[in-house]
């Protein structure tokens, strides 16, 4: 699925509100890898499924954008 930027950023930002900054990590890492797989048809290998990936909305906007326009 290919969303605009202005989608990309309206779906990220939502999903921020739902993430819990005092949850365990590896959790918070997989649930956000589980949202990028399902919302936007991308499959993450294991070592992209890491809060240093995932951690925050930029990293998630350049891994997203990554998956959807590679080299």
Known sequence: M???RPDLDQ???EYEVLR???GDPELEAVKAAI???DVFGITLSDAEIDLDVLGTLAAMRTLIARSQNPL
């Open 2 to 4: 290919t969303r605009d």
């Open 11 to 13: 779906v990220l930002q």
């Open 20 to 22: 819990d900054p005092t």
């Open 35 to 37: 949202f990028v797989e």
